[in-house]
């Protein structure tokens, strides 16, 4: 199986895909945590990730498909030429690819978590509210469940989707 968690920053990624890691066993791939190991190498300067970040992860993904892991994937997914290659990526290792787009409804919720979280991670320097809201997105047309962070409870919402 491979799991793609996509939305905005701030919705609950992160969170989501370590919890769903630890009860299925599944390997998490997080984006940032990628991006924030190039730029803190030096490899890339931060701001200038580009699709590095999203490359590096396919290729890792990819890897441990090959040796039979299943795979939760957290990501911003935010235009399609950021998603089409996971769908290929499952095709080719003939593993489902379970999208779920989360979201945050409640937009004074959404602004607390974006403005009050750290980083976890060296080199990751999350982004502001307003960051968050200029972000470039488009119409997700993937088959996908969409779940909501600020209502009921997303991680059962999400363990219905793989079921």
């Known amino acids: 199986m491979l799991l793609l968690l996509g939305g905005l920053p701030g919705v609950g990624k992160t969170t989501l895909a370590r919890e769903i890691s630890r009860r299925t ?11 924030a190991g190039l730029v803190d190498l030096g490899l890339v300067a931060p701001g ?9 992860a396919l290729s890792v993904a990819d ?3 090959s040796g039979g892991s299943d795979v939760v994937v957290d990501a911003v997914f935010p235009v399609a030429a950021s998603r089409e290659p ?4 499952a095709a080719r290792h003939g593993v489902p690819a379970v999208w779920v787009r989360l979201v ?18 060296p080199g990751l ?24 962070t600020a209502a009921g409870d997303p991680l059962a919402a999400i363990e219905r989707a793989l079921s």
Request: proline share 3%; aromatic share 8%; net charge negative.
């Open 25 to 35: 066993g599944a390997a998490h791939v997080r984006i940032d945590a990628l991006e």
């Open 48 to 56: 200038e990730l580009g699709a590095a970040g999203y490359g590096l």
């Open 63 to 65: 890897t441990l498909l």
């Open 86 to 89: 996971w769908t290929a990526l």
């Open 104 to 121: 945050c409804s409640d937009t004074d919720e959404h602004r607390r978590r974006v403005e009050q979280r750290t980083s976890d991670l």
């Open 125 to 148: 320097v999350y982004p502001d509210w307003v960051g968050v809201v200029a972000r470039e997105v488009d119409d997700w047309t993937e088959p996908h469940v969409v779940v909501d």
